[in-house]
């Protein structure tokens, strides 16, 4: 049997819904994880933090950003901090965060960046 490769997520998002129209359409065999419906454990945003840095996975461009409070958004100055808002507001994580079947990650989508990341982890 073939690596799984993960995408996680959430599944009314946009941009979700076209990465993974692209994984299928390129027959990629991968499990999705809803992290409304499927819950973000500690240890799981632990992993993506470590290897990819909570400024790469916070997004302070979406509406959960824009609907936290000045004090909420100033609060966070570090990965811990980073952290507890993340897993208290799992939609604030960019979207998709991809896992190869090496354990490697990738956050965002586009064809081209899937394309590479797909071609040098198979």
Sequence with gaps: M???????GIKNCDTIKKARRYLEA????????DYRASGLSDALLTQFIDQLSY????????TTWRKLSEAEREAVTDS???????????AIIKRPVLRAPDGTL????TEATYQAFIQEKS
Aim: cysteine-free.
């Design 106 to 109: 990738l956050v965002g989508f």
């Design 26 to 33: 390129a027959d990629i065999n991968y499990e999705f994880h």
């Design 55 to 62: 400024p790469t996975l916070l997004n302070t461009r979406g």
């Design 80 to 90: 811990e901090s980073a952290k507890a808002l993340m897993l208290t507001h799992p």
């Design 2 to 8: 073939t690596a799984l490769w993960v995408m996680y």
